[in-house]
Nanobody, 122 residues
Framework: QVQLVESGGGLVEPGGSLRLSCLAS????????MGWYRQAPGNERELVEA??????KYADSVKGRFTISRDMNKNTVYLQMNSLKPEDTAVYYC?????????????????WGQGTQVTVSS
């Protein structure tokens, strides 16, 4: 069982930046595809950005503003969020699985973090 622990959420003003981190317990972290999902109240969960096997996928709404990356030495995946907007307000979840197809599927990958709240407001 892979455990994922997010951190880095908080309150930020519109136009500001945050970096989310997700620490994975899996020692074979490098073989996992990883992604970030978000869910706002009253909305369905949506894929924000994912990476794995040389592929990346992102939501059109975050294009040019958010960037996913990973540090294999630290077993950590990041989501750098710039130019934040009020509509980015949501709980953000780290997600992982052995295939990119799984992480980006409608059902998402098997492993989830507990979520971290991001609030964009003045």
């Amino acid at each position: 069982q892979v455990q994922l622990v997010e951190s880095g959420g908080g309150l930020v003003e519109p136009g500001g930046s945050l970096r989310l981190s997700c620490l994975a317990s899996e020692r074979r972290f490098s073989v996992y595809a990883m992604g970030w999902y978000r869910q706002a109240p009253g909305n369905e969960r949506e894929l924000v950005e994912a990476m794995g096997g040389g592929s990346t996928k992102y939501a059109d709404s975050v294009k040019g503003r958010f960037t996913i990356s990973r540090d294999m030495n630290k077993n950590t995946v990041y989501l750098q969020m710039n130019s934040l907007k009020p509509e980015d307000t949501a709980v953000y979840y780290c997600n992982g699985d052995l295939s990119f197809a799984a992480v980006t599927s409608e059902g998402a990958g098997r492993f989830w973090g507990q979520g971290t709240q991001v609030t964009v407001s003045s």
